[in-house]
């Protein structure tokens, strides 16, 4: 007895979705990806759609199935239209600069800090205080803003610092004389 749950996942016509046991691959027009699923989630592609089951309503496989499905409708949103995230650097001299496909932050150390572009991510800096990290995963995009923002997050005084575009910072008031 396997249960559905969840709504299936439209596939697009210039995707192509390919399942195997315990491993499903998309591929589309902006790249491929791949992802491993648990042995007891069961996924099947029928009439342009992707289907997730579980075998029982336990509180682990309805977790499972809800992460299995979100993870494969991740993958198929990422090769067709892919994922950015932004950020904004704040501070005076504050800047970042392309050096090649790698990044590099003024950020008010003695030194420049370079980072590294992975596999699947690309940055663009359309002013010196805005970053943009492109890629197809989800994660990886996340994964490699969250970095960036680590370099030198936001301090609650000056606000001060590297943050996502749409991100409050809570302001404190400081030392009153």
């Known amino acids: 007895m396997s249960r559905i749950g969840k709504q299936p996942i439209p596939i697009p016509d210039s995707v192509t979705v390919t399942i195997e046991p315990e491993l499903v691959r998309v591929s589309g027009p902006k790249g491929n990806l791949e992802q491993r699923v648990p042995r007891d989630i069961e996924v099947e592609q029928r009439d342009g759609e992707v289907i997730v089951r579980r075998p029982t309503d336990r509180g682990e496989h309805r977790a499972l199935h809800g ?74 995009v996340g994964e490699v803003a969250a970095r960036i923002r680590k370099v030198r997050p936001p301090e609650p005084y000056k606000g001060k610092g590297i943050r996502y575009q749409d991100e409050y910072v809570a302001r404190k008031v400081g030392k009153r004389a």
């Open 67 to 140: 992460l299995t499905r979100s993870l494969i409708f991740n993958m198929v949103q990422g090769v067709t239209q892919g994922y950015e995230k932004q950020l904004q650097i704040q501070g005076v001299g504050y800047r970042a600069a392309l050096k090649g496909k790698d990044i590099e932050l003024s950020v008010g150390f003695s030194h420049p800090v370079q980072i590294k572009a992975p596999e699947g991510i690309e940055f663009e800096v359309p002013q010196p205080t805005q970053i943009i990290v492109r890629g197809i995963d989800k994660q990886a």
